[in-house]
């Protein structure tokens, strides 16, 4: 049984992809980069954080 959620592959995928996201919003105009940036961010978060919510409530 995985008990570290840095250990869930899905987990290791999520951060690939913010760190991607984060790379394209860095060259977003910065008109955008303060509006669709901004939501960007705050969606990439919410999705690498969900499996640390789920393997913190498997395991508790």
């Not at 690498?48 to 913190?56: A, D, L, Q, T």
């Amino acid at each position: 049984m995985v008990r570290e959620f840095r250990t869930l592959e899905v987990w290791k995928r999520a951060i690939k992809i913010g760190k991607r996201v984060y790379d394209i919003i860095d060259t977003f105009p910065k008109k955008e980069d303060w509006a669709l940036g901004s939501q960007l961010r705050r969606a990439v978060v919410s999705i690498s954080s969900n499996p640390v919510g789920i393997s913190g409530e498997l395991y508790c």
